[in-house]
């Protein structure tokens, strides 16, 4: 099935066949279950949300690291340079 297609099915039909629909949802099928012809909940693939980046703690763990030198910005562009042929 197309990752983009959606399923229909009955309240009944999703108790019943759960992991079979949770796997298409998570495949990115959307599945909307139906009572009595009506929608009435959806799966869908989870994406879960982006964790704000703490900048004090990053701070930290980054202040005792030890400060590049103009000979390692140098070596990264001979690296580089090198790559390219």
């Known amino acids: ?14 108790k019943a066949r759960l992991s079979e629909l949770t ?12 009572k009595r012809g009506r929608p009435v909940g959806r799966l869908t693939r989870f994406t879960p949300a982006k964790q704000a980046v703490d900048i004090t703690r990053l701070q ?3 202040a005792e690291l030890p400060k590049p030198s103009a000979a390692d910005g140098d070596a990264v562009s001979l690296l580089r340079e ?3 042929y």
Request: net charge negative; aromatic share 0%; glycine share 4%.
């Open 82 to 84: 090198d790559a390219r």
């Open 23 to 34: 796997a298409r949802a998570a495949a990115g099928e959307d599945v909307v279950i139906t």
């Open 60 to 62: 930290e763990l980054t």
């Open 1 to 14: 099935m197309n990752a983009m297609e959606k399923t229909s099915v009955t309240l009944a039909e999703a």
